[in-house]
């Protein structure tokens, strides 16, 4: 069963830093895999970053200069480190990657990590 988990998140001051990591377990994380999204409250979830076959990660236009995205596929984890915070980006931050399972490749998303950033 393929499943992924985020940890790290929590509350900070405006200007603050977290990193979010994702465990990937029954299935193997293959190098430049990976993305994260995040769900603000009353918000749909939106694209924040991913790893790219190029080697250069992408991200929005909200955290970019801001947010590191970065993975080790032989640990099978996925991490997001967030520098600078600021109130918007307050939202459940969600991993994703595509992985093979049994039955092929899929599209498979962890449960989420809440961020608050707050004064």
């Known amino acids: 069963q393929i499943q992924l988990v985020e940890s790290g998140g929590g509350s900070v001051q405006p200007g603050g830093s977290l990193n979010l990591s994702c465990s990937v377990s029954?299935?193997?994380?293959?190098?430049?895999?990976g993305a994260w999204y995040r769900q603000a409250p009353g918000k749909e979830r939106e694209f924040v970053g991913r790893?790219?076959?190029?080697?250069?990660?992408i991200y929005s236009d909200a955290v970019k200069g801001r947010f590191t995205i970065s993975s080790d596929h032989t640990k099978n984890m996925i991490y997001l480190q967030m520098n600078n915070l600021k109130p918007e980006d307050t939202a459940v931050y969600f991993c994703?990657?595509?992985?093979?399972?049994?039955?092929?490749?899929?599209?498979?998303w962890g449960q989420g990590t809440r961020v608050t950033i707050s004064s």
């Open positions: 994703n990657a595509v992985l093979r399972g049994d039955y092929g490749w899929g599209d498979y």
């Open positions: 029954g299935s193997v994380l293959t190098p430049n895999a």
């Open positions: 790893l790219a076959m190029s080697g250069t990660p």
